[in-house]
């Protein structure tokens, strides 16, 4: 769970006697972004502390980077590989678990640091009672406006101003409720039929996961997002996937799905929203990334 690896990361990275005398085919290193300590860190000290950890799992990891794709690398939030600075020289081969397979636009000159071949796109986490409440919500639903979307950096990321002017244009609610915040967000992706999930500073967002726990049928706005467990998955069943550069065309599109189309899509996307669950007992993020573990190469060392 993304807010439970930092006291494991602080833990694990600080404790000389966090290595077992057992001989072992895999190692787990759960690892953490600098917010995850402090959402007001400068600038800085945020600096400081990356090179802090940096150093501290480049000293744990020892000679576990012989390992090669056994060593799993876990990176909850987005950053993915770039936040251990020397993986390159320590631990070329290890395999990858994180949400974030394109490069983040600040991390932009260090790509590539996602192999398709061996690391694997896992969701972004949502506590337990944001999945319950998002559920509830959707259990009730009536579903009165058209397309949703709730987010940051309206002003900064092309797709999300485009999203914003076009909000202002047509003037109406329940067409496009968009998009610099409302009371209840949660609610406000409950009350669409389709939630729209724009690209942010990078490819990937939770708004995926949360329409899909609300019962709202995700419209993917990122070229480049690489989906979790897409090999096993049928998104086109449950998704839509439209263009960055063709956004001003999207409402239109939309108010063309059918009624039973979209109702059969909204009942696929409930059905397999455990999958994008971290502690649902039927399907989870956990067995299925251990399905890919033992499907893609990683299997065949």
Known sequence: AEWEMPLFAAWWTTNPCNWSSQPSTTFVLPTFQPKALSFEMREES??????????????????LGSLGRQLLLVFPSGAGRQLFRDWRKVVPEATVLSPEAHFTIEHEEEAPYFFPCRDIVIPGF????????????AASATRPVLATFHGAHVDTIHVRSVLDLMSQEIGNKTVLDCCRGTE?????????????????????????????????????????????FAEVIPYELFTIKWPESLVRSLLTYLESVSDEDWGRMQRTAMQVSCAFHFKNSVCSVGSLAMAMLSANCVSDL
Not at 46 to 61: F, Q, Y
Not at 201 to 227: K, M, Q
């Open 126 to 137: 949502l506590p337990q009672s944001s999945v319950e409440r998002l559920q509830q919500l």
């Open 184 to 228: 209840d967000y949660y609610a406000s992706l409950a009350a669409a039929r389709f939630c729209l999930v724009p690209r942010g500073l990078s490819s990937w967002t939770n708004r995926l996961y949360e329409a899909l726990h609300a019962g709202c049928v995700p419209v993917i706005l990122s070229d480049h997002l690489h989906l979790p």
């Open 46 to 63: 945020a600096s400081t502390w990356r090179t802090d950890l940096n150093d501290r799992i480049r000293d744990g990891l020892g000679s």
